[in-house]
C-alpha cells in the first residue's frame, strides 16, 4: 500500500470539481449501423465541401471526426485515440484534436452499476464496503469509478465498473469496421496501408479492456515489475473483488497529471504553492516517467500502454503512481532487439546503420527502386535532427523525439504513396 507519506495536499477542492453528466445507457439500436453509415457518409461530405471551398484545416477536420466518435462512444473512442498515435496516416494537427477523446465522457446511473457490484464481491454491498460514494469521480469511454472503503479491510479503493451493454456494442460496432474494412479492401483503397493489422489491434484491444480480469493480471505483474522503478507506483488490487465487469484497487490520493495541466492553464498562480508545498519539481518527475518508460519497453519487455495524462498522478517528493492497467504492451524479442540497435546507432550519429535497422523494423516489404532515395531522405532528417538537439535556445517543439519521428515516418509514407 501507499505510505501517507506520499499523499500529496489537494490541487483541485472537491466542491470545484464539476459533477459528470449521468446518462441512461440502453441497448444498442437495431438500426444503430444503418446510422452510423449515414454519420460517416454525412462527415465525408463536410469534409469534401470544406476542401473545396478552401476552408479545411487539419485541425477543423480532426475536430469534426473527434465528435463523431464521441457521439458514438466505446469502440470509436478506442479506433480514434489509436488512430490518433499513426503520424504516418496523419498531420498532426489532425492527431491533436483525437487525442482529445482521452478526455473525461458521461457517466451512468447507480443502479445500472450496483448488480454487477454486487455479482462481483458476492454479497450486498453494505456487507462489503462501509463507505460507497454513489456518485462516480471519473468516467472514460468503456467504465466508470467509484470511491469507497472496504469494511474489513478499512482501506479506501476505486471501484471500476463496466458501461452496461458494452459487449453489445462492442459485437455490433465491429461488425461494421469489418464491413467497411472489407468494402475498401475490395476497392483497392488501402494500397500499402496498415489496415488489417489495425483492425486487429482494434479488435484484440477492446476484448481485452472489456475482460477485467486482465487488467487485474497486468496490475499484478507490472506492480512486480516496477518495484525496482523507485519514483513508479502500481496499485494494488483486491482480486477477491473482481471479475469481468468490476476490478477494485487501491485507491489513490492525489491529482491526475491532466488536473494538474488544466489548474496550470486556468489557475497558474495556484502551481508553484502546490509544487513547493508536495515537493515536486516537474522535470524531476519527467525524468523518472521517461526513464521508466525506457526501461519498461528494453529492461522488462512489459509496458503501460496508454500514458496519456488522465492515466497519471502526481505524488508527493516527485513520485508517480499509474493507473488503467487495461492496456498493456510487449514486443517480439528479435524486433526489441533491433530496435534497441536502431536507438543506438541513432543516439550515437550513426545514420546510415539507424536507417539499415528501421528497414529491418518495418512491417512491410518497402520496394527495392525506393531504397536509395528513402536513405537517402531519412539519413538528411537524422543529421537535422541531430542539429537541432544541440541548440538549447530553440522551443521544445522544434527538435523532441516525437516530432522528429513523426518526420520520419511522414517520409517513408510519401514514399509508399509515390
Known sequence: ??????????????????????????????????????????????????????????????????????????????????????????????????????????????????????????????????????????????????????????????????????????????????????????????????????????????????????????????????KPHKKIYVPKVYKTYCDRQVIVMEFIHGPTLSEYIYVKNDQPEKINPWLKENRIKPKKVARSLISSQLRQIFEDNLYHGDLHPGNLMLLKKNKIALIDFGNIGSSDVEFLRAYQIYMEAFTSKSFNKATDYMFLLSTDVIPAFHLGELKRELRQLMRVTDIKSSVKELPYNDKSLTVESDKINQVVAKIWRS
Open 1 to 226: 500500500m501507499l505510505k501517507r507519506k506520499h499523499f500529496p495536499t489537494p490541487l483541485i477542492q472537491e466542491g470545484e470539481k464539476p459533477l459528470l453528466p449521468i446518462i441512461q445507457i440502453s441497448k444498442p439500436a437495431r438500426l444503430r449501423n444503418l446510422r452510423l453509415l449515414f454519420s460517416f457518409w454525412g462527415l465525408i461530405f463536410r469534409i469534401t465541401w470544406l476542401t473545396i471551398t478552401r476552408r479545411a484545416t487539419e485541425a477543423r477536420k480532426g475536430k469534426m471526426v473527434r465528435e463523431m466518435l464521441e457521439s458514438f462512444g466505446g469502440l470509436w473512442i478506442k479506433a480514434g485515440q489509436l488512430v490518433s498515435m499513426r503520424s504516418d496516416l496523419l498531420e498532426r494537427e489532425f492527431r491533436d484534436e483525437l487525442s482529445k477523446l482521452q478526455d473525461r465522457a458521461p457517466g451512468f446511473p447507480f443502479e445500472s452499476a450496483k448488480p454487477m457490484i454486487e455479482a462481483a464481491i458476492g454479497n450486498e454491498m453494505d456487507q462489503v464496503f462501509s463507505i460507497f460514494n454513489e456518485t462516480p469521480i471519473a468516467a472514460a469511454s468503456l467504465a466508470q469509478v467509484y470511491k469507497a472503503k472496504l469494511r474489513t479491510e478499512e482501506k479506501w479503493v476505486a471501484v471500476k465498473v463496466q458501461k452496461p451493454f458494452a459487449n453489445e456494442y462492442l459485437k455490433q460496432d465491429m461488425k461494421f469496421i469489418n464491413t467497411l474494412h472489407f468494402i475498401t479492401k475490395s476497392l483497392g483503397l488501402q494500397a500499402h496501408s496498415p489496415m488489417d493489422e489495425m483492425v486487429w489491434e482494434l479488435r484484440q484491444m477492446m476484448m481485452e479492456e472489456l475482460d477485467f480480469r486482465y487488467e487485474a493480471s497486468h496490475m499484478r505483474r507490472m506492480k512486480k515489475s516496477l
